[in-house]
């Protein structure tokens, strides 16, 4: 026996989980280490066989084979979130029966640096394919993004948030609601699970942490977090280019209406419709022309038939004076002017008059005589952008050399 007080004087000066088992895999001996590691004291574990403790069905199988071919043997396992390389071999026991030795030695580092590391390999591989099937569309990349994420790691992907709403996922709508209330990349616990909040632009990625992977997780969302931006930004650009070719295909089409033979008032009801494309502020809109000091509405867009029959003296144009010469102007307080307007009734059934009425207002002059005046509408406080200002501007400076060549 005194072979077997030396192993156990060693195993207790061990830097690792150790123990001793009896050929029935019941443990015989365990050093503080393992009573650490186990998050249990020596009473609770001490003839109590290991698949009772750790509920791992294969250690006996796996001890069986030890004691038959008298062969160590190495194996993983996962104990209170820790990674462990397991040492199994044959001891002889005092009765002359083998029972089993064993050392745990923690890998928990290195298998969460290449558990990260294949993550984010992953993360990589699948943005950009999202990336490839995205067609410029942000919604599209990130949702095909968290389905390609949850096909390979169901147990991790949870729930993607957009603007604050639900859009994929698991509805657990008081999950949503404490997610809600979260504005950074934060952990938290719910139902007695941990779970990560990455916020990224106008989205909210929820996932679940096992506890093995928690150390990892803040490290992840801030990989996930830099490359799912940098993707962002170039469909941003790939939109901005989109966006670029249309406005330009738009003006070219209004260029070349000017070489068909139809009516002013034809060319801009077909200018009209070229303009609520690219302009994508606009809700409704509406043309007018100046004939004989009467302003006639002569194109609309979204607006009823009160306004497509309006007519207005010039005397009575109240954005006009707020405009300038082949200028372009959002007017901020337009509501004010449509509620002390004499047609205040017809303003206010077509919403005019709502502090939330906003208008991007292009005026086309030809010598001393306004002629065209064109109103882009929106009705939810909604600001245009610069670009929007600028394609209204290039349309305003065409139209007043195409009115000047038609000499209307």
Same mark, same amino acid.
């Given at each position: 026996?005194?072979?077997?007080?030396?192993?156990?004087?060693?195993?207790?000066?061990?830097?690792?989980?150790?123990?001793?088992?009896?050929?029935?895999?019941?443990?015989?001996?365990?050093?503080?280490?393992?009573?650490?590691?186990?998050?249990?004291?020596?009473?609770?574990?001490?003839?109590?066989?290991?698949?009772?403790?750790?509920?791992?069905?294969?250690?006996?199988?796996?001890?069986?084979?030890?004691?038959?071919?008298?062969?160590?043997?190495?194996?993983?396992?996962? @104990?209170?979130?820790?990674?462990?390389?397991?040492?199994?071999?044959?001891?002889?026991?005092?009765?002359?029966?083998?029972?089993?030795?064993?050392?745990?030695?923690?890998i928990t580092q290195k298998v969460l640096e290449q558990t990260l590391?294949?993550?984010?390999?992953?993360?990589?591989?699948?943005?950009?394919?999202?990336?490839?099937?995205?067609?410029?569309?942000?919604?599209?990349?990130?949702?095909?993004?968290?389905?390609?994420?949850?096909?390979?790691?169901?147990?991790?992907?949870?729930?993607?948030?957009?603007?604050?709403?639900?859009?994929?996922?698991?509805?657990?709508?008081?999950?949503?609601?404490?997610?809600?209330?979260?504005?950074?990349?934060?952990?938290?616990?719910?139902?007695?699970?941990?779970?990560?909040?990455?916020? !990224?632009?106008?989205?909210?990625?929820?996932?679940?942490?096992?506890?093995?992977?928690?150390?990892?997780?803040?490290?992840?969302?801030?990989?996930?977090?830099?490359?799912?931006?940098?993707?962002?930004?170039?469909?941003?650009?790939?939109?901005?280019?989109?966006?670029?070719?249309?406005?330009?295909?738009?003006?070219?089409?209004?260029?070349?209406?000017?070489?068909?033979?139809?009516?002013?008032?034809?060319?801009?009801?077909?200018?009209?419709?070229?303009?609520?494309?690219?302009?994508?502020?606009?809700?409704?809109?509406?043309?007018?022309?100046?004939?004989?000091?009467?302003?006639?509405?002569?194109?609309?867009?979204?607006?009823?038939?009160?306004?497509?029959?309006?007519?207005?003296?010039?005397?009575?144009?109240?954005?006009?004076?707020?405009?300038?010469?082949?200028?372009? @102007?959002?007017?901020?307080?337009?509501?004010?002017?449509?509620?002390?307007?004499?047609?205040?009734?017809?303003?206010?059934?077509?919403?005019?008059?709502?502090?939330?009425?906003?208008?991007?207002?292009?005026? @086309?002059?030809?010598?001393?005589?306004?002629?065209?005046?064109?109103?882009?509408?929106?009705?939810?406080?909604?600001?245009?952008?610069?670009?929007?200002?600028?394609?209204?501007?290039?349309?305003?400076?065409?139209?007043?050399?195409? !009115?000047?060549?038609?000499?209307?």
């Amino acid at each position: 026996m005194r072979y077997l007080y030396f192993l156990q004087q060693f195993f207790e000066r061990l830097p690792a989980p150790a123990f001793i088992k009896d050929n029935k895999g019941r443990f015989l001996w365990i050093n503080k280490e393992l009573e650490n590691a186990l998050e249990l004291t020596e009473d609770k574990i001490i003839g109590k066989r290991e698949v009772e403790i750790l509920d791992f069905e294969e250690i006996a199988e796996i001890d069986r084979k030890v004691m038959r071919s008298r062969r160590n043997h190495s194996h993983e396992i996962v @104990v209170n979130g820790r990674h462990y390389s397991v040492q199994r071999m044959p001891i002889r026991l005092g009765d002359g029966n083998y029972g089993v030795a064993g050392v745990m030695f923690d890998i928990t580092q290195k298998v969460l640096e290449q558990t990260l590391y294949k993550l984010q390999n992953f993360v990589e591989e699948k943005i950009m394919e999202a990336l490839s099937e995205a067609d410029g569309d942000i919604v599209t990349f990130v949702t095909s993004f968290s389905r390609k994420f949850h096909a390979q790691y169901p147990h991790i992907a949870v729930v993607l948030l957009k603007d604050n709403e639900y859009l994929i996922g698991e509805k657990d709508e008081k999950l949503i609601a404490k997610v809600k209330e979260i504005d950074e990349v934060k952990s938290f616990v719910y139902e007695k699970k941990n779970y990560q909040v990455v916020p !990224i632009d106008r989205f909210k990625f929820v996932v679940h942490v096992p506890e093995q992977y928690l150390t990892m997780a803040k490290a992840l969302a801030g990989f996930l977090g830099s490359h799912v931006l940098a993707a962002l930004k170039i469909l941003d650009n790939q939109k901005m280019y989109k966006d670029i070719i249309a406005k330009f295909d738009s003006i070219i089409k209004i260029i070349q209406l000017w070489n068909e033979k139809e009516s002013l008032e034809e060319y801009l009801k077909r200018m009209l419709d070229e303009l609520v494309k690219i302009i994508p502020e606009t809700q409704k809109a509406s043309v007018w022309l100046l004939e004989n000091d009467i302003y006639k509405c002569v194109a609309v867009y979204n607006y009823d038939e009160d306004v497509k029959n309006l007519i207005i003296k010039s005397s009575e144009d109240n954005y006009g004076p707020n405009i300038g010469e082949n200028n372009v @102007v959002e007017l901020l307080e337009a509501y004010k002017l449509n509620r002390e307007s004499q047609y205040k009734d017809i303003w206010e059934r077509a919403g005019v008059t709502s502090p939330t009425f906003i208008p991007l207002v292009g005026s @086309v002059k030809v010598g001393d005589k306004k002629l065209v005046i064109i109103s882009l509408d929106n009705f939810e406080g909604e600001r245009f952008s610069e670009s929007s200002k600028k394609v209204l501007q290039i349309f305003v400076e065409l139209l007043s050399l195409y !009115i000047s060549s038609k000499k209307v």
